[in-house]
């Protein structure tokens, strides 16, 4: 494509909340990368809901439009209506991305939608019913429709041939990464932090996600209180409640963990601080389009213990400890190798620092971009 010619890209950050979750990040970041490596696009930015979208930090003017309807009901509107056009309510776009699975209606701009991972087929068991059945319904048809489809691994990828029947050809793969400002924290000063401002004394374990079944946090909980009867640690849990979380404070009870497990809930600031000064990070998942948390940890220095299913291995290569995540006591033998032994945590903790340095968002927006530049020439 010529050089000269600016390229219109209609963007949806809907998902970018005040509290981002995994796919606010990448849609936060992607953006600001994509802004900072082309001077031949121009975003036109759309976003839907009661709350405007908070897109402070972007380094360029971009026009926004957003549509305070609540986005289920414009949901609803796209699949019954096929209207309003995504790209006229932006005021005309050659692509438009949508960021967030759903793709909507347009009138003449190319698109591209960006699938984070297909739990919802996979592993239905573990994904919240709100969600399985409106994105089951539609995933198919939105794979087939969009002119690319942007996926962060190659697990999403075989998912999404094995699930659906898209031209294999439109399937590009983005690994994510982590902000530039993540690093490794001095780990007295980490602890420090940690125990002043939170009040989390160490030694302890540490579990980063939102609390909902996907992210087996019964069986963290099943293994920790194995674990728990050897080790002094605490289990420190930081992350939103999803769906289904009471039955996570009723098993702490039932496994006598009241005094050994915390919730901190959201946690916008410190995290740099709490991977540092973790022993180990402890992520057995059923199941990751990616896993954001994983990057977070290696970069800062932070053993990890995960799963051997979905994207782990890709994310993590020789940088974790990884267990089928139905093993609950094979989990808490992971961990406690990784507390023990202390040659095998160094090669961990090396691995993963290396493991992580891989990934970039630079290479991330410039693949994506290249995707815009392809459908609009």
């Known amino acids: 494509m010529d050089e000269g010619i600016i390229v219109r890209v209609g963007y ?58 609540p986005t289920r009901v414009l949901y609803r509107m796209w699949e019954t209506l096929s209207w309003p056009n995504v790209d006229s309510l932006v005021g005309g776009c050659d692509v438009f991305h949508a960021t967030n699975f759903f793709l909507p209606p347009t009138r003449k701009a190319r698109t591209v939608v960006t699938i984070h991972d297909l739990g919802f087929l996979a592993v239905p068991q573990y ?16 794979c087939r429709d969009a002119d690319a489809i942007m996926v962060y691994s190659e697990s999403t990828k075989r998912d999404i041939l094995r699930f659906c029947d898209p031209d294999p050809e439109k399937i590009v793969i983005a690994p994510l990464a982590i902000d530039e ?63 289904s979380s009471e039955e996570y404070f009723e098993r702490i009870e039932k496994l006598g963990l009241g005094e050994r497990v915390v919730h901190l809930g959201y946690v916008a600031n410190d995290l740099l601080s709490f991977y540092s000064a973790a022993d180990a990070f402890v992520f057995p998942t059923h199941y990751e389009g990616f896993g954001l948390p994983l990057l977070e940890a290696m970069t800062c220095g932070c053993p990890v213990v995960s799963s051997d ?7 993590t290569g020789d940088g974790a400890l990884l267990v089928n995540s139905h093993d609950i006591e094979g989990f808490a033998d992971a961990v406690s190798k990784v507390l023990t032994d202390r040659a095998w945590r160094e ?17 991330c927006a410039e693949t994506t971009l290249e995707v815009y530049q392809r459908l609009a020439s």
Request: net charge positive; proline share 5%; hydrophobic share 40%.
């Open 12 to 69: 949806d950050v809907s998902p970018i909340t005040k509290a981002r979750s995994g796919v606010g990040n990448y849609t936060y970041f992607l953006l600001k990368h994509l802004m900072m490596g082309s001077e031949n696009c121009e975003f036109r930015l759309f976003s839907s809901g009661r709350r405007m979208i908070d897109h402070e930090g972007l380094d360029r003017h971009v026009s926004h439009r957003h549509v305070p309807l």
């Open 127 to 142: 994904s919240s019913p709100k969600i399985v059945k409106p994105f089951s319904k539609g995933i198919n048809r939105f």
């Open 181 to 243: 400002q993540y690093h490794p924290v001095e780990r007295e000063k980490a602890k420090e932090v940690v125990r002043t401002l939170h009040g989390i004394e160490d030694p302890y374990l540490l579990f980063v996600s939102t609390l909902e079944p996907r992210k087996n946090v019964v069986g963290l909980l099943e293994s920790f209180a194995i674990l728990a009867k050897d080790i002094p640690h605490k289990l420190v849990l930081i992350g939103a409640l999803g769906w």
């Open 309 to 315: 299913n979905s994207s782990i291995e890709e994310v």
């Open 347 to 363: 090669r961990l903790v090396t691995a993963g620092k290396a493991k992580a340095a891989t990934f970039s968002w630079t290479r």
